[in-house]
């Protein structure tokens, strides 16, 4: 395999993992995150030639800029639409700029990434978009009322893209993992044990094994839940 993978949220957890797994894999990786500091280090440390676009995903030049990189690599085979993070605390509490912060990163940071690269794909007719979605797309829970929301929107938005897609040969899916051992649960007092955690790792192979799905082969969403230890 290889090809042309960008990443969101690269710089740690799922993302930086995901880099690894497809850089072992001969691709060219265009990693994306707010931090250039942390993205020359994983690009430095993969084996290959990467590409790094620092920025916030929030903002449409940062994939403008995404777009121009993609152009001049000759075109995409993977987008992972990955930047996210989770804020928690019962309703009342939330001010509306907390509320709407969420929403920006884990929704419009979803959004403008597949709005300006999906001429790319269209052109081509081939690749794959894979989003990073949660177990929270399919449950609720106390003091999750914001991520709840952003990722039940996120599986809305892919649906409709699915749809928009059905006459190419572009594919659309989403992960949607339960508890993953990374920053998002350092400190939370909500979710299972750490030995109930999914690795990074696991996330990042689950989405090698979307986009390396055959032409024949059309995946929605995967959930992914921690073994039982």
Do not use: W
């Not at 605390?89 to 979803?110: H, I, L, M, R, S």
């Not at 690269?117 to 794959?128: I, K, W």
């Not at 192979?205 to 039982?228: C, G």
């Amino acid at each position: 395999m290889s090809g042309v993978i960008v990443i969101t949220g690269a710089s740690s957890g799922i993302g930086r993992a995901t880099a690894k797994v497809f850089a072992a894999k001969n691709y060219t990786c265009v990693l994306n995150a707010r931090s250039k500091d942390d993205l020359d280090s994983i690009a430095h440390d993969l084996p290959g030639d990467h590409r790094v676009v620092d920025g916030d995903i929030t903002e449409e030049a940062t994939s403008e800029a995404l777009r121009e990189t993609v152009d001049d690599l000759g075109g995409i085979d993977v987008l992972f639409a990955n930047a996210g993070y989770g804020s928690f605390k019962p309703v009342e509490e939330f001010t509306k700029d907390e509320f709407e912060d969420q929403f920006a990163t884990n929704v419009t940071g979803v959004f403008l990434p597949i709005k300006h690269l999906l001429p790319v794909f269209r052109d081509q007719d081939n690749g794959s978009i894979i989003v990073t979605s949660s177990m929270a797309a399919k449950n609720t829970f106390k003091t999750g009322s914001a991520y709840a929301a952003t990722k039940h929107a996120v599986q809305g938005f892919i649906g409709c893209v699915k749809d928009e897609l059905r006459d190419s040969h572009v594919k659309c899916a989403s992960v949607l993992p339960g508890s993953v051992d990374t920053a998002f649960f350092k400190d939370k007092d909500f979710g299972p044990t750490e030995d109930r955690h999914l690795s990074a790792d696991d996330v990042a192979e689950t989405v090698r094994f979307v986009a390396e799905q055959p032409s024949t082969a059309d995946l929605d969403e995967i959930v992914l839940r921690p073994a039982r230890r």
